[in-house]
């Protein structure tokens, strides 16, 4: 597994491909949802991985799985 995007405001169209989301903004809103669920500030960054798991920038712990948040999952 290897970042696909690391902090930023902004998710990368091309991170969002990868993950097989539909544009960044569906991804966005996948990843705000993620951070609500562990009580982050919506300020947070972190790295998104090539697997979807967002990892804290500091720590290096696993928060969550992006793609648990992607529709239709």
Avoid: C
Wanted: cysteine-free; proline content about 4%; charged content about 25%.
């Amino acid at each position: 597994m290897v970042p696909l995007q690391i902090g930023g405001n902004t998710i990368n169209n091309q991170t969002a491909r990868a993950l097989g989301f539909s544009d960044r903004r569906e991804e966005g809103r996948a990843l705000e949802a993620l951070k609500k669920d562990n009580k982050l500030a919506p300020s947070h960054h972190g790295k998104i991985m090539s697997n979807g798991d967002y990892v804290d920038g500091h720590t290096g712990e696993v928060l969550g799985d992006i793609l648990d948040y992607k529709p239709g999952n």
